[in-house]
């Protein structure tokens, strides 16, 4: 059926059933598309008149038809229908757009894709939100619909019989359906690049699933309908949800399984249909598709572990390395060679020992400051090791491979080959006097490191070495501020402050020391608030509890503070103090604290 007439709802549905194919994306409406839709309908009641909604495209099957268009205002408006159904008592408006059929034959009007179906099922039809929870962005999307919809119903509830009249035959779309199994492919190319923006994840499934229908190879369309469930699952697992993080994590993978090319990566759509054009493939290249999803499928779980504290199974010792490196502050560089070690070493010794030097190596490289000039510095080489080692660690190790050109010994195995060219990469982007030099603050430099996105992830590894007999959560710098556990919370706490005492007339020195590393510390948020502009003795005593107006402070850091203090005020005379005495007195706090630090920084950041 073809036409160019405005058609209400009840005339598109007469007779008819509606399936969103597993091809297509998921429910993406938010709060801001539903609510439109709802001051819509709301605008048109008492509209003698069809008024234009939308456009409708579907593919006709034996039985039913499959949307190609339109899905998620045809999804909006059932849930807004069984919302209604369930305050107006209408025999005829359930059969036509909930169930109908025989007796003992009857069926569902509308199905959802396979992602969402069971979901759809339980929470729109059966009104029963407790039995499933939703574990991807697209459920969560159904439940907050149907919550928002309910709300407005419960606003209008007087007139919830003139609400279904105008949503049943006054919303007019135009509805299409096209023969042709080419024209539909060409047509959902199109859609794929207008509307809410599809992520490169979606637009992949969508393609794949389309020519594996057309090429009829189900075992490719299986794998993907089996499979990409698990893959939403664990993205929501890692609270990665936007196109932008979707696209990310399949450039990541894309990387560590195809090409290494980084301008390539922002474009995996286009790269697979290049790769991979319908009609001109051959048996190896589907094999090698079906082996892309199962490794898609392994690298979302190894990414929820690495995002999500709670998702760790790898081992105490693997979860712990895990732990720091998902709170260091930027990981996008490290990101492929994470995949392709945790999806392919299983010796959890070996494992270990690569994320060690992985997580040194994204310190060094990407978090000190002024190391590298841009953020994308060096990857193209990272991102070679991580498609190397995939590629080749289940390969024979070549006896060549294992000597350099002098004929000297290497390696005998990937493992120490992978090892030792991260060590390569460390020394040659972050030599050890840059490591050093990256510490300090030189007078003329501008750098605060109050503003060093790394800084709390330094001064936790700090409290770890000084509290060893003390198991420190670093992941405890991911929690935000207003947590409800807020001693769990730390914040950094200036030694000396911007309003702390100074006799001196020229400011500019004081201002250097006080965005010095050493003039930071680690300090629970509560104790912080309490501290703030106190001279360096009160705060002293206001970490330690004295006035036990609160809880002592746990951290060692305050410790090591007093101790530095106490040295450095012997060594001035309070009475003979001269207009410099707190310039002084902090630069040789500053100056003992960063001594230690970098002590402890060369130790805890080497490659040994």
């Given at each position: ?450 503003r060093w996105g790394g800084l709390r992830y330094f001064l936790m590894n700090y409290e770890e070495f000084l509290n060893q ?46 965005r010095r590393l050493g003039n930071f510390v680690l300090l629970e948020m509560g104790i912080n608030i309490q501290a703030q ?76």
């Amino acid at each position: 059926m073809a036409t160019d007439q405005l058609q209400s709802l009840s005339q598109i549905f007469k007779g008819s059933y509606f399936q969103i194919p597993d091809y297509q994306r998921g429910y993406a409406w938010e709060e801001k598309q539903v609510q439109a839709l709802l001051d819509d309908i709301k605008y048109l009641m008492g509209s003698q008149y069809i008024h234009y909604t939308g456009t409708i495209v579907a593919k006709k099957n034996e039985s039913f038809y499959e949307i190609v268009d339109g899905q998620q205002r045809l999804t909006t408006l059932i849930i807004i229908i069984h919302g209604l159904l369930k305050k107006v008592n209408n025999k005829e408006y359930e059969e036509l757009f909930v169930k109908r059929g025989e007796t003992g034959n009857q069926r569902f009007v509308f199905q959802a894709n396979r992602d969402t179906k069971d979901f759809f099922h339980k929470v729109i039809i059966e009104d029963d939100e407790k039995t499933l929870s939703p574990d991807i962005s697209s459920k969560k999307n159904i439940l907050n619909a149907k919550k928002l919809i309910q709300t407005w119903i419960k606003m209008y509830e007087a007139e919830c019989s003139e609400i279904l009249t105008t949503i049943v035959s006054r919303l007019g779309f135009l509805f299409y359906s096209p023969n042709d199994d080419n024209e539909i492919g060409i047509m959902f190319e199109v859609i794929n690049d207008r509307g809410k923006p599809l992520s490169q994840l979606e637009k992949i499934k969508n393609y794949l699933l389309y020519f594996s229908i057309k090429m009829n190879k189900s075992n490719l369309k299986d794998k993907i309908i089996s499979n990409w469930p698990e893959i939403l699952k664990n993205l929501s697992i890692a609270n990665k949800e936007s196109v932008e993080d979707e696209d990310s994590f399949l450039r990541f993978c894309w990387i560590v399984y195809f090409d290494t090319n980084k301008s390539k990566s922002y474009y995996v759509h286009e790269g697979i249909k290049a790769q991979y054009p319908i009609d001109d493939i051959d048996d190896a290249s589907y094999i090698k598709l079906e082996q892309f999803i199962d490794f898609m499928v392994y690298a979302s779980k190894v990414y929820a572990q690495f995002f999500n504290k709670n998702n760790l199974t790898s081992g105490k010792e693997v979860d712990t390395i895990l732990s720091k490196l998902r709170s260091q502050n930027t990981y996008a560089s490290i990101m492929p060679l994470y995949l392709a070690i945790m999806t392919k070493e299983t010796d959890d010794s070996k494992r270990k020992k690569l994320l060690d030097m992985l997580e040194i190596l994204n310190f060094r490289v990407y978090i000190l400051p002024d190391i590298t000039k841009r953020t994308d510095t060096g990857q193209g080489e990272l991102f070679g090791l991580a498609n190397g080692y995939f590629e080749d660690y289940d390969k024979k190790w070549e006896d060549e491979w294992s000597y350099d050109e002098d004929g000297n010994f290497l390696y005998d195995n990937i493992h120490d080959w992978l090892l030792d060219r991260m060590k390569k990469f460390i020394f040659e982007m972050c030599p050890e006097k840059d490591f050093v030099e990256a510490l300090k603050l030189d007078e003329d430099e501008q750098i605060d490191y109050y503003r060093w996105g790394g800084l709390r992830y330094f001064l936790m590894n700090y409290e770890e070495f000084l509290n060893q007999k003390k198991t420190i959560d670093i992941d405890n710098i991911l929690l935000s501020r207003d947590a409800k556990k807020v001693n769990d919370y730390y914040s950094v706490e200036h030694i000396w402050a911007t309003n702390n005492n100074s006799e001196r007339n020229n400011r500019s020195k004081d201002k250097w020391q006080k965005r010095r590393l050493g003039n930071f510390v680690l300090l629970e948020m509560g104790i912080n608030i309490q501290a703030q502009d106190d001279d360096l003795s009160k705060k002293i005593d206001i970490y330690k509890g004295v006035n036990n107006s609160q809880d002592a402070s746990q951290l060692k850091q305050i410790q090591e503070i007093e101790n530095i203090f106490i040295t450095c005020s012997k060594d001035f005379d309070a009475r003979r103090r001269g207009k410099d005495y707190y310039f002084d007195l902090h630069q040789s706090i500053f100056d003992k604290r960063e001594e230690k630090m970098i002590k402890f920084a060369k130790m805890r950041w080497n490659p040994k």
